[in-house]
T-cell receptor, first 115, second 115 residues
């Protein structure tokens, strides 16, 4: 497989459930990201990991818990979510350095519905 | 704070015609990178074109070109000879080297190409 792969593509969960989103990149990039995409809003950066170290936590509620065991894998653990958390969750990776453009490569997203 | 503004929520264009999508941004940095991303319906977000702020020449990728006006902080995307496959959400994004892993996105423009 190439690029950035996200699983599952669709997830429906109740507010008391615990589930996880998974992301894997096969591009050899050093940085991985979680974004939340809601209708008519800019992409919201949630978390950034650089070489497994979290470098950004954009004031995300604790019911979202990221995990980055290595540079190729990123998880988003979900628990006691709210209906307003329903959205498309996008994973991305990049080889971002000051000296290059470091564009993002995105996965197809995980569509989350919280009942 | 850095911001990206896309003032056209929706646009339509006839097949084979030319359309221009607007983007303005604000940053205090002198060097930065600008991107246009395309997100087709239910498909992956992909890079369309990128521009390095220190390069005066406008970037071009086949039918896609930009009009980069650094003083005006404007970064518009021109699509020539529009095709049905160009139907998508288009996002403008900004990255500063000093914020190496942080990308700022606009709210997007939904483009529909009409047959």
């Amino acid at each position: 497989e190439t690029g950035v792969t996200q699983t599952p593509r669709h997830l429906v969960m109740g507010m008391t459930n615990k589930k996880s989103l998974k992301c894997e990149q096969h591009l050899g990039h050093n940085a991985m990201y979680w974004y939340k995409q809601s209708a008519k809003k800019p992409l919201e950066l949630m978390f950034v990991y650089n070489f497994k170290e979290q470098t950004e936590n954009n004031s995300v509620p604790s019911r979202f818990s990221p995990e980055c065991p290595n540079s190729s894998h990123l998880f988003l653990h979900l628990h006691t979510l709210q209906p307003e958390d329903s959205a498309l969750y996008l994973c991305a990776s990049s080889q971002a350095r000051r000296s290059n453009t470091g564009e993002l490569f995105f996965g197809e997203g995980s569509r989350l519905t919280v009942l | 704070a850095q911001t990206v503004t896309q003032s056209q929520p929706e646009m339509s264009v006839q097949e084979a015609e030319t359309v221009t999508l607007s983007c303005t941004y604000d940053t205090s940095e002198s060097n930065y990178y600008l991107f246009w991303y395309k997100q087709p319906p239910s498909r992956q977000m992909i890079l369309v074109i990128r521009q390095e702020a220190y390069k005066q020449q406008n970037a071009t990728e086949n039918r896609f070109s930009v009009n980069f006006q650094k003083a005006a902080k404007s970064f518009s995307l021109k699509i020539s000879d529009s095709q049905l496959g160009d139907t998508a959400m288009y996002f403008c994004a900004l990255r500063s080297p000093s914020g190496t892993y942080k990308y700022i996105f606009g709210t997007g423009t939904r483009l529909k190409v009409l047959a």
